[in-house]
């Protein structure tokens, strides 16, 4: 079945850095386009970044331009978000899941959670003042 995990979440000071990864199986992970959404305590989930399978040209939220950077290996079946420059507002649990049709990029629907059936149990990311 289809499965995603993520991983590297953590408690970091503001400026800090952090590396998520999400491991995934069960589906053709290559083929698929991948993103990465967040959830802060009291708030609606929100996308963050997605990364398509063909051309691999990323998106992000307005919020962490220039800051974070998606990418992906096939050949690992991973996902990853590197964050850099954290503030506390980046503070949320982050997950990752996998939308279809394959062989596709990121639509302008992509922070539309509705839309993406699969998640993992996400990773916790704490950035203190």
């Known amino acids: 079945q289809v499965q995603v995990v993520e991983s590297g979440g953590g408690l970091v000071q503001a400026g800090g850095s952090l590396r998520l990864s999400c491991t995934a199986s069960?589906?053709?992970?290559?083929?698929?386009?991948m993103t990465w959404f967040r959830q802060a305590p009291g708030k609606e989930r929100e996308g963050v970044s997605c990364?398509?399978?063909?051309?691999?040209?990323?998106r992000y939220a307005d919020s962490v331009k220039g800051r974070f950077t998606i990418s992906r290996d096939n050949s690992k079946n991973t996902l990853y978000l590197q964050m850099n420059s954290l503030s506390p507002e980046d503070t949320a649990v982050y997950y990752c899941?996998?939308?279809?049709?394959?062989?596709?990029?990121?639509?302008?629907?992509?922070?539309?959670?509705?839309?993406?059936?699969?998640w993992g149990q996400g990773t916790q990311v704490t950035v203190s003042s």
């Open positions: 990364i398509g399978s063909i051309r691999a040209e990323p």
């Open positions: 899941a996998p939308r279809g049709p394959p062989y596709g990029n990121c639509p302008d629907s992509w922070t539309k959670q509705g839309e993406y059936r699969y």
């Open positions: 069960g589906f053709d992970f290559s083929a698929y386009t």
